[in-house]
């Protein structure tokens, strides 16, 4: 009797003679390529490095496309953008030590974010591994160590046969929710040394499927189906799973307003009669969501941006499926299911009982209407007028990323994303520099659209090398600087809290003749004029830069306790 696992497929007579006679000239760089390769990727980005010269060169000999940026970090941040448009495992290249640390922030980000990067780095030769101190070029004691407390997975290599195993499980690894960074490293001499394996064709990583309980999506059906005010938060699961569709079909069966976090943007459509858009961080969305007797938060943690400053109580009971352990019920008691976030609302839309209120989308109009009033007696109207400039020039379905910057908090909460996986911002991690290396990431996977970022003066000085990249590869990327001087949130917090700002203002270059000298055309534009030069950039052909020198404000807290209709004294 031969039951399934007992099956192995056998090799064709071709593939046996391939296997016996590998082409000549190969090392240890190409089974990592050629494994990359065969798992299906196509695009790696990276920064090479004297110890990952191996990997280099058998790029050379593949049949990947390499986009080389000119800061790790930001190599990182454009693999990030690239796993998330695409959902696939990006691939980033990079060299040990300094071109290795280097990666951090771009990798907590993709962690924050639960964007699947495959970050391989090279490793000093096999005979240092192990704590001591050689003397290596970049050593370390315990590189791997430093990436353990930031990404999903560690792997180390030591020798050439454990390359295609180990690639092919960090790539699964990435891929099974929740999506994240994962780590693999491979010393200098593996990397360099010829190999007369033959070469890899056949890998498999299927991710695995993160199944909700049944009994607990039977008990979350029946709350959901008897609640009296039940509402939803939607978070970057949802994007993240591809499950926006399924979302609006179980909101609309129960009739249930839906507001969507800062990460999970898009996931539900921003103008549908039970949409709160993304106001989380006002007084009266969150005084709305503590009313519902019945919440289903679904794809977030509720962490400090999602819950207005953890000055979200929740009155009535709780529902979260949320994908990463270590965030179910980590921040409020609650019914948790451990799931995908697809997976799970499949689940409850099979199994919940259709419920109608009439009063839905009204009390969803009092709301906004609230929350715009009180947006209206601050005075910001600069600010708003230019969220709608660039919102009018950026075609729809185009992404967009965004630094954090004054005008990237506005569009968190204000900016209708027109689709979901459209938006993105650092807001996961927090960290300067994102916008303009993750939109040419984006960009990198989908050139036929143009794709804009936006930043601060200060943010993009962060950048400013990768003007080289964008010129080089003759990337779409519109970027968008708002110039206030410096660090423009970080002056209003400090003046707010301290009465005067500190090392907050910077000198900063012409960003328009710094693009040109690129060979990227900028412009210089005014609140007036910002949408048509916006647009016009979008529709040129390749890269561009157009700078807004304006000093912009954010609309008052509600977390600190005033009256959310008066903007705070401190």
Known sequence: MTHDHDLVLRPTAAQISTALNPPPGRNGGDLVVETLAGLGATTVFGLPGQHALGMFDALSRSCLRYIGLRVENNAGFAADAYGRVTGEAAPLLLSTGPGALTSLAALQEAAAASAPVLAISSQIPTAGLGGGRHGYLHELPDQAASFRGVVKSVHTVRTQSQIPSAVAAAWKSALTAPHGPVWVEIPQDVLLAETTLPVVTGVDATPEELVPRPELTAVAAHLLSQAARPAIIAGGGVVRSDASGKLRALAEKL????????????????????????????????????????????????????????????????????????????????????????????????????????????????????????????????????????????????????????????????????????????????????????????????????????????????????????????????????????????????????????????????????????????????????????????????????????????????????????????
């Open 255 to 570: 009739d249930a307003p839906v507001v969507t976090t800062f990460g999970g943007k898009g996931a539900f459509p921003w103008e549908h009669p039970l949409s709160l858009q993304s106001w989380l961080e006002d007084r009266h969305t969150t005084d709305f969501l503590e009313d519902a007797d019945v919440l289903l938060v679904v794809g977030s943690g509720l962490g400090e941006l999602s819950s207005n400053y953890h000055t979200f109580k929740p009155r009535g009971r709780v529902i979260q499926v949320e994908a990463d352990l270590g965030k179910l019920e980590s921040n409020h008691p609650a019914l948790g299911i451990h799931a995908d976030a697809r997976l799970a609302l499949q689940a409850l839309l099979e199994t919940v009982e259709e419920r109608t209120d009439a009063t839905a989308p009204e009390r969803v109009r009092s709301v906004l209407a609230r929350v715009h009033e009180r947006i209206a007696s601050q005075e910001l109207t600069l600010e708003q007028d230019l969220l709608a400039a660039v919102r009018r020039a950026l075609p729809g379905g185009s992404p967009s990323f965004w630094d954090m910057t004054i005008l990237a908090y506005w569009a968190w909460s204000a900016f209708d994303p027109r689709g979901a996986n459209t938006m993105h911002s650092a807001q996961g991690a927090g960290g300067l520099g994102y916008g303009f290396p993750a939109a040419l990431g984006a960009a990198a996977a989908d050139p036929a659209r143009p794709v804009l970022a936006v930043s601060g003066d200060g943010g993009a000085l962060y950048s400013i090398a990768e003007l080289a990249t964008a010129r080089q590869y003759d990337l779409p990327v519109t970027w968008l600087i708002v110039d206030d001087g410096g660090y423009g949130i970080l002056r209003e917090y400090m003046t707010d809290a301290f009465g005067r700002a500190t090392a907050t203002e910077l000198t900063r270059p012409d960003y328009v003749a710094l693009a040109e000298s690129f060979g990227v055309p900028g412009v210089r534009t005014t609140p007036q004029t910002l949408e048509t030069d916006l647009a016009k950039a979008l529709s040129s052909p390749g890269p561009s830069v157009v700078v807004l020198p304006a000093l912009l404000r954010m609309f008052a807290p509600t977390h600190l306790g005033q009256d959310p209709g008066v903007p705070p004294v401190l």
